[in-house]
């Protein structure tokens, strides 16, 4: 921009806000009308899933519904899935809460290598816990194997938001407690743990939804869930009737979950109201027995969800030597997820870029439906997703069957919020005033809104971008039922051929995986402790 926008823009940014429209209605009409359109194709399209298993689900007929759904498999199914989350979820908030405030708030020798060495089991896809479990020990499986790979792979959703919430706490309110008579673990419970609820129901809500989408962890320990189910009975005899009823009772069990988790949040609030800055935290001193207790809990949760996999693929690696590296498919499948990683990354993130302007530019009733539609389409598991996609292909759009625009597609519905709150994050960052000078100054809005906003939310764009993207590298269910014939991706080959027991060639697979999950890992570490200004 000009010297002259910078300069309005500065006289802009001086004026109170109420004097300022959030864009400038009058020249910003048309834009506003097609990022609401593009808004609402996305939209829709990210329904299409939840649409189609609902109607299918009506067109079946009470009979067929009371046949398919009211039957001992699918009351075996429930009551895996009840177990699992009963047993799973508090084990996953003692251990992520538990080394939150480790790391966070106490004195724990070498804390910030802890605290790295927690989220670092999110660089290794689900499905390879569950390998290099079932390596180390064959006979593993049933619902203690599921919830023992379920606290390792997915502890680290609980242990991010809490940690972030407790550097935000301000500890003048323990001050406050322990000052009136009340012991340090009564300070916990009464006091932190109820300004943590947020987090810890925001981290069960992910794994939650992990447990019920999660395919390749469970079906490699043979504990049956309703994914595996649906994905077996897709494969063996191509129901689409018994695959979709499935389906709705899975959809079904998602949505209760997220209504769950919206009625126990509440509309508490838990900003600090005082005047004055947060004083600096001090860290509760553990003393000689307890640093050994919170080292050792923090060793042996690093040595299960890292050191079993690292070991794991190393033995394997030696055993196969430099023959695995000459796998075939090896490279191409490399090549193949960046070519799918890379497009669908760069596709879901130009889609949510309408939604997100509206968002924070023009906020309303209609833009929060349209952004919740979103959210909720990205709940369902990608097993449903891609059921969906398979049986709208083959019953109306033929042609578009195991094509490389319908696993896009499917990639968009599934990854869009990883796009949304990262664009939308750095938007909110970039002043209007901006767009509002550059358009004053004989701008279209669609360039003033190129030339100022989204070059100032570039990085917040890139970031979403590499989410999506490596979130793509790592997908299996939505890949091995849509993707083109011939397409292996490293998540794919990596379960062909684990599925053939020759784990040696797929240990160079997994590693790949896990070397592109790395800078994910990290980014995620690094936003958490910019959440709370270190």
Not at 520 to 526: C, E, F, I, V
Request: charged fraction near 10%.
């Amino acid at each position: 921009m000009s010297d002259s926008a910078t300069r309005t823009a500065g006289r802009l940014a001086g004026q109170p806000a109420a004097a300022l429209p959030l864009v400038r209605v009058g020249r910003s009409r048309g834009l506003v009308f097609w990022a609401g359109l593009l808004a609402a194709v996305v939209s829709l399209l990210s329904l299409m899933p939840l649409g189609f298993i609902a109607a299918e689900t009506l067109a079946a007929g009470k009979d067929s519904i009371v046949e398919l759904v009211f039957r001992p498999r699918v009351a075996e199914l429930l009551v895996n899935t009840m177990q699992l989350m009963v047993i799973s979820l508090p084990l996953c908030i003692l251990l992520g809460v538990g080394t939150a405030w480790l790391t966070e708030r106490s004195n724990l020798p070498g804390r910030r290598w802890w605290a790295m060495l927690a989220v670092a089991p999110l660089a290794i896809p689900a499905f390879v816990h569950s390998y290099a479990w079932i390596s180390a020990a064959p006979s593993l499986h049933g619902l203690w194997a599921a919830v023992l790979l379920s606290v390792i792979a997915y502890s680290p959703f609980l242990y991010l938001p809490t940690a972030a919430a407790l550097r935000r706490m301000d500890p003048a309110l323990e001050d406050v407690a322990a000052s009136l008579g009340h012991r340090p673990l009564a300070v916990f419970v009464k006091v932190v743990l109820p300004q943590l609820k947020l987090a810890i129901l925001g981290g069960s809500l992910l794994v939650g939804l992990h447990l019920l989408a999660e395919y390749g962890l469970f079906a490699m320990i043979r504990f049956d869930t309703f994914t595996t189910a649906i994905f077996d009975q897709f494969q063996s005899s191509f129901s689409g009737a018994a695959a979709n009823m499935l389906a709705g009772v899975l959809v079904l069990c998602c949505l209760l979950l997220l209504l769950g988790e919206s009625a126990l949040r509440g509309k508490a609030r838990y900003a600090r109201l005082g005047a004055g800055s947060a004083r600096a935290q001090s860290r509760t001193q553990l003393g000689p027995v307890g640093a050994l207790c919170g080292l050792s809990v923090c060793l042996v949760a690093a040595a299960l969800s890292l050191g079993v996999p690292l070991w794991t693929l190393g033995k394997w690696l030696l055993a196969g030597g430099v023959e695995v590296w000459r796998n075939e498919w090896l490279w191409p499948a490399l090549r193949q997820t960046l070519l799918l990683a890379g497009a669908g990354a760069l596709i879901t993130v130009a889609a949510a870029l309408p939604a997100a302007w509206l968002s924070v530019r023009r906020p309303g009733k209609w833009q929060r439906l349209l952004e919740s539609g979103n959210y909720v389409a990205s709940a369902l598991p990608g097993i449903v997703v891609a059921l969906a996609l398979v049986s709208i292909a083959i019953q109306w759009a033929r042609p578009l069957y195991q094509t490389l625009a319908t696993i896009l597609l499917a990639y968009l519905m599934m990854f869009l919020p990883r796009a949304l709150v990262s664009l939308r994050a750095g938007i909110a960052q970039a002043p209007v005033e901006l767009e509002n000078a550059a358009q004053s100054l004989g701008c279209p809005p669609a360039r003033a809104l190129w030339r100022t906003t989204l070059r100032l939310s570039a990085p917040a764009a890139a970031a979403g971008y590499a989410m999506v993207f490596l979130a793509i590298g790592n997908e299996l269910t939505a890949t091995l039922l849509l993707a083109p014939t011939g397409t292996r991706t490293l998540a794919t080959g990596f379960w062909a051929l684990t599925s053939e027991i020759d784990y040696a060639a797929a240990a160079p697979f997994a590693l790949i995986m896990i070397l592109l999950s790395l800078p994910l890992t990290a980014l995620l570490h690094a936003q958490s402790r910019r959440s709370a200004g270190r």
